[in-house]
């Protein structure tokens, strides 16, 4: 891992854009009490996709390279988002992943980017062997409601930094920004998945995916069930792994989320199946739909996994 490497200094200048041009990207600037900053990508705001398209590369610490573009891998919906790094596990693990569980009274959100490098709050840091040592920290919350002050005094506890160091951006899961955002995460959530199917991370040297940018919902559920349906049954990753060729075939079958017992069902009935509880789905599910794995050594790629457009048809309809 790269120690001389900061994901917030290099998250520094996207985090400025979007602050520069946040009346042209409809986002809203805003302060908390303790002097830490926030921005609103569509609570109170209308946001859209060029805002989303930026938070995500700042969700990747500045490391990856988020872009927009027309394409008839699916039929029918010619939007789709690509994603692409060369330092995926930094990039995506130790900065996009959404890892650190935030809570005080009602108020609960999933704290992802590049900040959760200098709270370091979650065993993956352990795993992973890195830590950011910046004077400031970004965080991006999938929330639609203004974090408690309290939080945020606790979150600037816990980084050992003064508040007003801090920044805040704000993503609603039923706000275009938000939907984009989360979509980002096609290839965040396939190095989960290889990180849980224990490949060695240090093996995957370059990685980039992409999956259709599902159209945004007033309701939560199902604005929640049209980004997961993108990336579960629409999406598509390329890994480049060095070791064996065993390995990286094994990986070609385990890693797609066909390779999970759920693969089929629309996302709403996998929903409804677990009692509308997120957390109770199987975890095998959460991967791109279809997987290229090129071992670098030999050369041989290794194909899993297909796209299910029905599903995604029935879900945006």
Request: charged letters at 20%.
């Amino acid at each position: 891992m790269m120690q001389n490497v900061s994901v917030n200094q290099l998250a520094k200048p996207l985090v400025q854009e979007l602050i520069d041009k946040h009346a042209a990207l409809r986002v809203r600037l805003g302060e908390f009490t303790n002097g830490a900053r926030y921005i609103d990508a569509g609570i109170d705001c209308r946001g859209g996709l060029e805002a989303g398209r930026l938070i995500g590369e700042i969700c990747m610490g500045g490391l990856g390279r988020v872009t927009l573009y027309h394409a008839a891998a699916i039929s029918d919906w010619p939007l789709s988002l690509h994603v692409h790094t060369s330092n995926p596990v930094l990039a995506c693990l130790a900065s996009q992943y959404a890892g650190w569980s935030l809570s005080h009274e009602k108020f609960h959100a999933l704290g992802s980017g590049p900040g959760r490098a200098i709270a370091l709050r979650e065993v993956l840091f352990e795993e992973l062997g890195y830590r950011d040592s910046c004077d400031h920290a970004t965080f991006v919350l999938e929330v639609d409601q203004i974090p408690p002050v309290a939080l945020i005094d606790r979150v600037a506890e816990v980084c050992n930094l003064p508040a007003n160091a801090l920044t805040f951006i704000l993503t609603p899961t039923r706000s275009i920004a938000g939907m984009v955002q989360i979509v980002s995460r096609v290839l965040e959530v396939a190095m989960h998945k290889a990180h849980t199917l224990k490949f060695p991370l240090d093996n995957i040297l370059d990685g980039s995916a992409s999956a259709p940018l599902s159209p945004p919902s007033p309701s939560f559920v199902t604005a929640m069930e049209r980004t997961n349906t993108a990336i579960l049954f629409a999406g598509r990753v390329h890994l480049f792994v060095q070791g064996d060729d065993a390995s990286a075939e094994k990986l070609s079958r385990d890693l797609p989320s066909s390779a999970s017992s759920e693969y089929g069902k629309p996302f709403a009935q996998v929903l409804e199946d677990c009692g509308n509880d997120f957390f109770k789905i199987d975890p095998m599910l959460f991967s791109p739909a279809s997987v290229v794995i090129t071992a670098v050594e030999s050369g041989k790629t290794f194909r899993g996994g297909s796209l299910a457009p029905e599903l995604l048809a029935a879900s945006f309809s």
